[in-house]
């Protein structure tokens, strides 16, 4: 097996993660396996968790997530440690334990802020958005969504920034604004395809 270096495969594994191709993954966590150093040792199980979790098994996936987020701990990798507790926290929202997700995405959050990371900032303030949007706290949903969609802007992330303009959408649906849940979802829709996203189209359209 040709064994890529551990950049090489955070690139992989961002790139399949996109598209959620699990067995390419699958893959890259085998080989992050092969190279055994803590680090990639812990990326193995942080990329499993992500495999599972696509292919539904969310018990799986919470199980490698907390692997993972034990080894990055024992290595002080604050921005791993963010990301993996916002994996958990969308493994959590997925199986409905809101209140286990949200303590994940407050952790997240605040190694964020404290990182400057503007991109995992609005992808957890977007995250707090569905957990309040599923609980019925439709207001704070807005609240967090609006600010995910701020950060996103001012990063130039138009894909990030027009999933949270449908989920905006949502919320306002929610609400019974329908004319304004309309505006966002036409706006969310004609950036997805203007960058050509087929699968973000048809999710939008749904709507």
Do not use: W
Request: aromatic content about 6%.
């Amino acid at each position: 097996m040709n064994i890529r270096t551990i950049d090489e495969l955070k690139t992989a594994v961002e790139q399949a993660g996109s598209v959620e191709d699990a067995d390419a993954l699958e893959q890259c966590a085998q080989e992050y396996e092969a190279i055994a150093t803590l680090e990639s040792l812990a990326m193995a199980a942080q990329t499993r968790g992500s495999v599972e979790r696509i292919r539904g098994n969310m018990r799986a996936s919470i199980e490698h997530d907390l692997r993972a987020l034990e080894m990055f701990s024992a290595n002080g990798d604050k921005q791993r440690i963010a990301a993996v507790c916002a994996n958990l926290s969308i493994t959590e929202i997925k199986t409905g334990n809101y209140a286990d997700a949200m303590e994940y995405l407050q952790r997240a959050l605040a190694l964020y802020k404290e990182l400057r990371d503007l991109a995992g900032e609005a992808n957890a303030y977007h995250l707090l958005g569905s957990v309040h949007y599923n609980t019925g706290e439709l207001a704070i949903a807005l609240q967090h969504y609006q600010r995910s969609m701020a950060l996103r802007e001012k990063r130039g992330d138009s894909r990030g920034a027009a999933i949270t303009l449908s989920n905006i959408g949502g919320v306002y649906d929610g609400i019974g604004n329908y004319p304004q849940a309309l505006e966002k979802f036409h706006q969310a829709l004609a950036i997805m395809q203007e960058l050509g996203d087929r699968k973000e189209v048809a999710r939008i359209t749904g709507n």
